[in-house]
């Protein structure tokens, strides 16, 4: 069963927690997402604290579609919309279904780093900006809740300048797949 749109219609830091065990796939390929951070409208770290641009206009939109902006002019990057002006990104999954897939677009072998960190995990499944707007609950994505209860752990964000201190990146205790050690 996916997660229906009021499941992202809530505070953006208990989304990104429950996300932390579901399963995401875009065109069939994906795995179990095991880190994510939070960001919303008030944070001096998010891209939406001076309001909607063009850039950013689907933070603005309504819950439950992507945000996908480009990172360093060289890595896309996915987010998934709480309420508005708040996002979720999706920093590192566990590699599942389409793992040859992600092997080719990534020209690595192994599925340690495949997804490990935002840039990596977005040209693995195939994610650039014709998604940015794009809803959650319809193809390409599917996203299907936890399966069971997640051990998470909660600690600062990373590869930020501003609120670094907001222990808002969760991560799945003890998973080799994250983007960076829990800290």
Same mark, same amino acid.
């Given at each position: 069963?996916?997660?229906?749109?009021?499941?992202?219609?809530?505070?953006?830091?208990?989304?990104?927690?429950?996300?932390?065990?579901?399963?995401?796939?875009?065109?069939?390929?994906?795995?179990? %997402?095991?880190?994510?951070?939070?960001?919303?409208?008030?944070?001096?770290?998010?891209? &939406?604290?001076?309001?909607?641009?063009?850039?950013?206009?689907?933070?603005?939109?309504?819950?439950?579609?992507?945000?996908?902006?480009? &990172?360093?002019?060289?890595?896309?990057?996915?987010?998934?919309?709480?309420?508005?002006? &708040?996002?979720?990104?999706?920093?590192? %999954?566990?590699?599942?279904?389409?793992?040859?897939?992600? %092997?080719?677009?990534?020209?690595?072998?192994?599925?340690?780093?495949?997804?490990?960190?935002?840039?990596?995990?977005?040209?693995?499944?195939?994610?650039?900006?014709?998604?940015?707007?794009?809803?959650?609950?319809?193809?390409?994505?599917?996203?299907?809740?936890?399966?069971?209860?997640?051990?998470?752990?909660?600690?600062?964000?990373?590869? %930020?300048?501003?609120?670094?201190?907001?222990?808002?990146?969760?991560?799945?205790?003890?998973?080799?797949?994250? &983007?960076?050690?829990?800290?």
């Amino acid at each position: 069963m996916p997660l229906p749109t009021a499941f992202f219609d809530r505070d953006v830091a208990t989304v990104a927690r429950a996300l932390i065990g579901a399963d995401l796939r875009v065109d069939g390929v994906g795995g179990v %997402i095991v880190e994510t951070e939070a960001y919303d409208a008030d944070d001096p770290a998010s891209h &939406s604290v001076n309001g909607p641009t063009p850039r950013n206009a689907a933070m603005f939109g309504p819950a439950g579609h992507a945000y996908v902006y480009r &990172s360093y002019g060289m890595h896309w990057c996915l987010n998934f919309v709480c309420r508005p002006g &708040s996002a979720v990104l999706i920093r590192a %999954i566990e590699p599942v279904a389409g793992v040859e897939t992600m %092997i080719a677009r990534r020209g690595l072998a192994g599925p340690r780093l495949l997804c490990a960190g935002p840039g990596r995990l977005c040209q693995a499944l195939g994610v650039d900006r014709a998604l940015d707007g794009a809803p959650l609950d319809a193809p390409p994505f599917a996203l299907e809740p936890a399966a069971r209860d997640e051990d998470i752990h909660a600690g600062a964000r990373i590869g %930020i300048t501003r609120a670094v201190d907001t222990p808002w990146r969760f991560c799945r205790t003890g998973s080799r797949f994250l &983007s960076k050690p829990a800290r």
